[in-house]
């Protein structure tokens, strides 16, 4: 069995080898999501649309890949029930909290209870190129095409082209550090 084939559970249970492709030793999944709570990050709100409906998470792991061609990467869990409807509709838009988006950040984190379909109510939504839902309260939203997914543990490293962004007014931006939002 190849490392990327590793059940989800065979990692977070306790079993600390095997997660490469030569098997080396790591850390406990506890003690690394300690020392990842002490890197502050932006905080976006993925989503996505199309044959396979709308939805959304809230994601910090997203990061600048190339921008020639501009290219991001997001890694989002296997386990959420966006994977299921972004492998079909391969469209997503990256929208870049502004600060003081922490209830927006939540819903789409699940925090709140609201179910999917519920999520994109109360608020106006624009679209770009993909029809990707795009915030317009957004610092930034970059609209992009499915490149490529690469599943490595527990999340899918999703390769994005951006198609189209749309720059909003300029300010303070969300971030998530020590468990909290927080402005910068
Ligand atoms: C601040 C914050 C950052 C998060 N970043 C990610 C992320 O980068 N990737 C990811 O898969 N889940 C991330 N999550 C968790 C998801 O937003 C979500 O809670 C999870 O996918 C379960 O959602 P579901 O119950 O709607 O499927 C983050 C949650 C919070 C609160």
């Known amino acids: 069995m190849s490392w990327i084939d590793q059940r989800p559970d065979d990692a977070m249970m306790g079993s600390f080898e095997a997660i490469g492709p030569e098997p080396i030793a790591t850390v406990a999944p506890a003690q690394f999501r300690e020392a990842m709570s002490r890197l502050g990050a932006a905080v976006h709100v993925v989503t996505t649309a199309g044959p396979a409906g709308k939805a959304g998470f809230t994601a910090t792991a997203v990061t600048s890949v190339s921008d020639q ?16 409807i972004l492998q079909e509709n391969r469209v997503l838009c990256i929208n870049t909290l502004r600060a003081g988006g922490d209830p927006v950040a939540d819903l789409f984190a699940g925090r709140t209870g609201v179910p999917m379909a519920e999520r994109f109510a109360g608020m106006d939504w624009m679209s770009l190129d993909t029809g990707a839902p795009v915030l317009p309260s957004a610092v930034i939203a ?12 527990t999340h899918n490293v999703i390769i994005a082209g951006v198609v189209a962004l749309r720059l909003g007014e300029p300010g303070p931006a969300l971030v998530y550090h020590e468990r909290a939002y927080k402005q910068v």
């Open 69 to 84: 061609p501009a290219t991001l990467l997001v890694c989002l869990n296997r386990r959420s029930q966006v994977t299921p």
């Open 142 to 153: 970059f609209d992009c095409r499915v490149i490529e997914v690469k599943a490595v543990g």
